[in-house]
C-alpha cells in the first residue's frame, strides 16, 4: 500500500538545495548510501550529463500539508551494449566508482516509498522500463523492499553475477583485538604477526586524515596510486581526466560537511598504502586505496586495513563499513570479518518475461569467465 506517498522528480542542478532532506532521510534508514546524495551527485555531473540523470523523490503526507521525504533514488539513463542495446536506467551513476545500487528507504516507510517509485517509472512514458543494478544487496531491508515492490508490480528481478562483499558490523563489547580474533579466526596469529613484522623494516604510523586535509591531501593518494600498475596502465585516476575531475569534485563536495575521510599507513615516513573514504549518518564507504607497490612484501593493502580498524576502536567505530569491494576482489584481503552478499541485478517492470538485457547481462558473465580462465593459464605458463 503506498497511499499518502507521491513521486516526484528533483532536477540535478536543484538536488542541492534538498541536502538537509537527504541527510534527514539518511539518518532515519536502515541502509544509508552516500552515493545517492547531492554531493555525490554533484560530483557525478562533472562526468555525467545532466539530461541523463534521473532523480526520484517519495514524500509522504503529514499534517498541516507538510511532507517528508520517504524515499530517494538516483539513476542513470543508458543504452549501450551492457544493456543489450535496449534502454535502461542504472544505478549507481558511476559503477566503476561507486559501491551499491540501493535506493535509501525510511525505515518505517520504505517498502510503500519503493513500490511508489516502481509505479512511477511504470506509469512514466518517458522513461525506459529496465532498471541495471550492477551492485545491489541481496539481502537487508532495500532488497527484501525492493523485492516486495518487483512482486506487487509484476516486474522480474534477476542477477547475473554474485560475490561476497566484507563488511564490518561492530558488535557491543568489541574493541579491536576482539573483533580481528573474531573476523581473522584461525588465521589471526599468522595475520597479526605479518603487521608486526612490517615494523622491523623501519617505523610504521598511521594518520587519519578527515575533511578539508583529506581533500588537500588527494593529489598524493592519486600520485601513489599513479605510481603503481594502473598508472601504466593508463588507468589510475591521474591518468584520466575526467575521472580526476570527478574525484577531486567528489572530495570537495563531502569535504565541506567533515564526511571526507583519507587513512595512511606510512613506513619511515613514506606512504605504504592509503585508502580514500566517505561517510553517510553513521556508516563508513570504502572508494579506493593506492599503495606501494614496491613494498609488496609487507601485504600493505591488509596491513593498512588492521590499522584503519584499531583507530577505528580506539574512538567511535562506524555501525557500518562497506570495504566496497567488487566481484573481482579476493575478500580475504580484507580483515573485516562480515560478509553481505551482492549481485549485478537487472529488473524488468512489469514484464515477467526474459529479454535483451537479460541476454546482454550473460553474455557479460561469460566473457568474464572466460577472461579469468585466460588469466589463469597466462600465470601457470608464466610460472
Not at 518487483?150 to 574493541?175: F, H, I, K, N, Y
Not at 584499531?310 to 562506524?318: E, L, R, S, V
Request: charged share 20%.
Amino acid at each position: 500500500m503506498t497511499s499518502g506517498i507521491v513521486v516526484r522528480r528533483i532536477g540535478a542542478a536543484d538536488y542541492p538545495a534538498y541536502a538537509a532532506a537527504f541527510a534527514a532521510l539518511a539518518a532515519r534508514s536502515r541502509e544509508p548510501n552516500p552515493h545517492m546524495s547531492p554531493a555525490a551527485i554533484a560530483a557525478a555531473r562533472v562526468v555525467v550529463p545532466e539530461d541523463r540523470i534521473v532523480i526520484l523523490a517519495a514524500w509522504l503526507s503529514e499534517a498541516l500539508g507538510s511532507e517528508r521525504l520517504t524515499g530517494l533514488w538516483v539513476l542513470r539513463r543508458q543504452r549501450d551494449w551492457r544493456t543489450g542495446f535496449a534502454p535502461a536506467l542504472t544505478a549507481p551513476l558511476l559503477p566503476l566508482y561507486e559501491v551499491s545500487s540501493l535506493p535509501v528507504l525510511d525505515a518505517d516507510h520504505g517498502e510503500d516509498a519503493m513500490q511508489a517509485m516502481l509505479r512511477h517509472v511504470l506509469a512514466a512514458t518517458d522513461l525506459p522500463r529496465t532498471l541495471a543494478l550492477p551492485l545491489l544487496p541481496l539481502q537487508g531491508f532495500g532488497f527484501a523492499a525492493l523485492q516486495e515492490a518487483c512482486r506487487v508490480t509484476g516486474s522480474r528481478l534477476s542477477t547475473s553475477e554474485r560475490w561476497q562483499r566484507p563488511m564490518m558490523l561492530p558488535q557491543a563489547g568489541d574493541d579491536a583485538e576482539r573483533y580481528l580474533r573474531r573476523a581473522l579466526g584461525q588465521s589471526y596469529k599468522k595475520r597479526m604477526q605479518q603487521y608486526r613484522a612490517v615494523g622491523k623494516h623501519g617505523v610504521l604510523a598511521f594518520r587519519r586524515l578527515r575533511g578539508v586535509e583529506a581533500r588537500e591531501a588527494l593529489p598524493q593518494f592519486l600520485a601513489l596510486e599513479a605510481a603503481g600498475w594502473k598508472g601504466a596502465a593508463g588507468t589510475a585516476i591521474a591518468r584520466l581526466p575526467q575521472a580526476q575531475a570527478y574525484f577531486d569534485s567528489l572530495a570537495a563536495q563531502f569535504a565541506a560537511t567533515d564526511a571526507l575521510q583519507l587513512d595512511i599507513l606510512l613506513l619511515d615516513g613514506q606512504p605504504l598504502a592509503m585508502g580514500l573514504l566517505i561517510e553517510s549518518a553513521g556508516t563508513r564507504h570504502f572508494l579506493k586505496i593506492a599503495y606501494d607497490e614496491t613494498q609488496a612484501r609487507h601485504s600493505p593493502g591488509r596491513a593498512l586495513t588492521i590499522a584503519m580498524l584499531q583507530a577505528d576502536f580506539a574512538g567511535t567505530p562506524p555501525a557500518v563499513f562497506d570495504s566496497g569491494a567488487g566481484d573481482g576482489v579476493d575478500a580475504g584481503t580484507y580483515v573485516w570479518g562480515e560478509r553481505r552478499e551482492m549481485g549485478n541485478a537487472l529488473i524488468r517492470l512489469g514484464e515477467p518475461e526474459p529479454g535483451l538485457p537479460e541476454g546482454a547481462a550473460r553474455l557479460r558473465q561469460g566473457l568474464r569467465a572466460l577472461r579469468t580462465q585466460l588469466q589463469r593459464k597466462r600465470a601457470k605458463t608464466v610460472a
